[in-house]
């Protein structure tokens, strides 16, 4: 792989589109990269930029676009019909995200979030006579595999509550589609870990390179040779852009580097970026956290003429360059 500088958008871009999650981690870049692109872009989000810090260093550089209207809205309750007036695409990344802690009370919330609210927008969606609907599911449906590459064919296994609710989600979207008279047709996208600029402070990578600024140790959860197939968050734009263009009967498609990395190679990683040295603190493996994952990308290839363009220290290097940024921009604390 090499670094381009960003990830390009070779399709021709959607000229309105919804994006549901536009305050959070991957759905602000994908506004960011529509707009760009010249597309009126709606985003809802629950996050209210005005009172959520998250929300507000997210869409910082998007609410002033002319184009961007974000819109503070819950998708569990919220009128869903008004949203996706005229909209070419909805790209719904809205839900809950992070495997561990849907172990927990939350799940409810899981439920919630990732299946009722997807069931409300894809109904609306199928009655408005949306043409496509983009979902973000996850590579977490796989399960423990044996190390080698998921192909998208492979028999899911889910191993944590959260990694059902987004194999319900994906399913409940192609279930709709799957309707001869449904005018909306379903992509949904497993996404492997994905990083960069902004990424979910519960995220690895996030807490890798804080920790080294910061001093602290990060946690280990199990002996951190656990491998991840990180991918980095403009190629998952790009990924998913193209997904809004795709053939109707394109169905699931990976989204992931193709490359696996243990945690420590993440550390060694953040040493060398960060020039400290990162100290770790282990704790027991999380139920459901699954020893390898790694993405088969012939099809994203194929269908969505889509390549991954970034490898780790490149992405980590903008990840950390970001972080050191805002920190300069803060000033001594
Ligand atoms: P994120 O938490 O940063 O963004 C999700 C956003 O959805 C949040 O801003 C949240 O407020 C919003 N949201 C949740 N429920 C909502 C509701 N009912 N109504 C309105 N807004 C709601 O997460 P992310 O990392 O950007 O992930 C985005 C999507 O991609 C999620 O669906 C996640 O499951 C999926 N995914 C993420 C990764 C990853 O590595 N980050 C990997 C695989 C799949
Ligand atoms: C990530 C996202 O958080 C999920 O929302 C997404 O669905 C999933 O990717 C996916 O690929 O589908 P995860 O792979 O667990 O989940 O990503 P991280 O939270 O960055 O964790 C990566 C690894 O680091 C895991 O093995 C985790 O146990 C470990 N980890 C994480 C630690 O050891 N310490 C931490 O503080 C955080």
Redesign the pocket.
Known sequence: MTDPGTSTVTTHPARRVLI??A?????SHLAQALVATGAIVIG????DPRTDPI?ARNLAELRPHPTFIPIT????TCAVEPLLLDAEVVYH?????GVRPSWGHEFVDYVS?NLL?TQRLMDAAARLGVPRLVV????SVYGATDGRPSRESDHPRPMSPYAVT?LAQEQLCLAHASRPDCPTSVVALR????YGPHQ?AD?FIHRVLTAALAGTPVRLYGDGHQRRDFTYVDDVVAATIAAGHAPAETGVVNVGAGTGHTLHDVITTAEHLTGHRVRTEQVASSDGDVPTTLADTTKAAEILNWQPRTDLTIGMTKQFRRITTKAAQLGPS
């Open positions: 549901t999650g305050a959070g981690f991957i759905g809802v989000d629950r996050r929300a809205a819950d998708l569990r990344l809205a839900g809950i995200p979030d609210a973000a599911s996850s590579s987004k996404y492997f870990t994905v979910r995220m």
